[in-house]
């Protein structure tokens, strides 16, 4: 027998249960490393308290989801975790997962039908902002977005996340069984409110009734979600393993700190996540606008300037005095004012909690990684709070430089000549704009004029704020004149 997971003797914490304990009432889309160093983490500390049967079905529908599908049904749909602090490091097997599935593996079908069992009471996602298929200017669905269009000409072989998801709500409805709470994790402000906008707008383009019967039976909880989890590379899987005693593809790295907010609008029942230390809110809006705004817009920060400034990783940039002033700066002085957070909330302490974690040198937290999709992160993580300066007449100038920073990162071409691998949905239009400019003084104000044109992004307001138009553009010249460095120094 091939030792893996299961087969090996370990003295790492594992379940104490066999999978024949669950049952899928959970479809998860999106089995990624975030999920299961999260959620999945989460719904396996309430297994090990209660007799509870809840488990998850795992669905990739991305092509290069399929191989990790296949490694977890290897392992007894199991794998590992390690929480890395400073100094400290705990590995324990989760067993939360059920089943896995993947459309290239068991079929479309099979994993429409699987999200219309009547067992299944929860349709949950991890899918990235890009996933949603909405339109950052409206919030509704785009019916341009690529996937969409095919899913609107073929509704039964769905392309998208939020195809799927009608599909399988189309049967339950057709099929009159109980609805289901759709729960978006992912990073995005209000994402129950998107979610629901982008599967309501699909459901209306396919069937008046359907939609209706949405609108009035499925519920959409807005959640915010917090932990560093980077990508697994050779480097973690093999420390992983040589701690295990045995190879762990799925096996995923992550710090210490877990932070789950729910809102509590489930129409199908749920597990006792708070058990496990997740809450359960009426309104999740303050908690998600003070980690977008202050740990992801000083993420963002850290990982166009740090990336430019030479630095791999996060922890790498916090080694720069400048860079960690600078961002400490940013969170309290630029972010925090903008929060409406309850009168008994710490943001200082929450910054110092941030700074700390951004320092953990044991995780690999690659600033290029961070700095992928850019144009779907930046209106909630930096150009709201900007907004909201310019009407206050406050000071702005730390984010000025994280939006100058994205730019010159979205150019493709560092500080050494060298090619950027840019990762983005709107890597075409940006490489098209980039294309018509030089680098001198005279065309780097049209450049930005033009970048700040991009509506998804931007809105509509800040394009014509001469003010705004010109802080960034000095940024931008300072970033080309002098570097990332300097350029945090001079802050």
């Not at 039964?156 to 057709?174: D, H, N, Q």
């Not at 877990?258 to 199908?268: A, G, K, L, P, T």
């Not at 941030?354 to 209106?379: C, V, Y």
Request: glycine share 6%; charged share 20%; net charge negative.
């Amino acid at each position: 027998m091939e030792k893996n997971l299961v087969t090996a003797i370990t003295s790492v914490p594992g379940p104490h249960w066999t999978t024949e304990r669950l049952t899928s009432r959970i479809v998860h889309l999106g089995c990624g490393a975030f999920h299961r160093a999260h959620q999945a983490l989460y719904t396996h500390h309430v297994l090990e308290q209660t007799d509870s049967d809840w488990g998850y079905c795992e669905v990739n529908l991305t092509l290069n989801g399929a191989s990790l599908i296949k490694n977890l049904k290897k392992q007894s749909m199991r794998y590992t975790v390690s929480e890395k602090g400073q100094g400290e490091n705990t590995l324990k097997i989760i067993g939360s997962m059920k089943e896995g599935m993947h459309p290239l593996i068991d079929g479309v079908q099979a994993i429409i039908e699987k999200m219309a069992n009547p067992d299944v009471a929860i349709i949950s996602l991890t899918i990235t902002e890009k996933g949603y298929c909405t339109d950052a200017t409206t919030g509704r669905l785009d019916p341009n977005n690529e996937l969409i269009i095919k899913d609107i000409a073929n509704p039964a072989v769905p392309r998208s996340a939020i195809g799927y998801i009608t599909a399988a709500l189309k049967l339950r409805f057709e099929r009159s069984l109980p609805a289901v709470t759709i729960l978006s994790c992912d990073n995005v402000r209000e994402n129950g409110h998107v979610a629901r906008e982008a599967v309501l707008g699909l459901a209306r383009l396919q069937d008046e009734e359907l939609a209706l019967w949405i609108e009035k039976q499925v519920t959409f909880p807005c959640t915010m979600v917090d932990r560093i989890v980077p990508a697994a590379t050779p480097e973690t899987l093999t420390e992983i393993a040589q701690q295990l005693g045995v190879e762990d593809p799925c096996a995923i790295t992550c710090e210490p700190f877990r932070q789950w907010v729910i809102e509590d609008n489930f129409v199908n029942g749920r597990p006792d996540w708070d058990l496990a230390g997740a809450q359960f809110v009426d309104d999740v809006a303050p908690f998600e606008m003070m980690k977008l705004r202050m740990l992801n817009g000083a993420h963002s920060f850290l990982a166009y300037l740090g990336y430019l400034g030479g630095y791999t990783y996060i922890s790498d940039t916090m080694k720069n005095a400048d860079y960690r002033r600078a961002v400490y700066a940013l969170m309290l002085n630029e972010q925090a004012p903008t929060l409406p957070m309850p009168e008994d909330s710490d943001l200082m302490a929450y910054a110092d909690k941030l700074i700390e974690r951004f320092t953990n040198p044991a995780l690999k937290h690659q600033t290029w990684q961070i700095a992928m999709d850019g144009s779907q992160k930046l209106p909630q993580r930096m150009i709201d709070s900007i907004e909201w300066h310019l009407v206050q007449g406050s000071d702005y100038r730390h984010l000025t430089l994280g939006v100058a920073g994205w730019m010159r990162y979205i150019s493709g071409v560092d500080e050494q000549g060298q090619p950027i691998d840019v990762r983005d949905p709107l890597k075409e239009t940006f490489a098209a704009i980039f294309t018509k400019y030089d680098y001198s003084v005279a065309v780097v104000e049209d450049m930005v004029k033009e970048l700040l044109e991009i509506e998804s992004i931007f809105g509509k307001k800040l394009i014509k704020n001469c003010e705004f138009i010109d802080n960034v553009t000095k940024a931008y010249q300072n970033l080309l004149n002098f570097g990332a460095r300097q350029a945090v120094a001079a802050l």
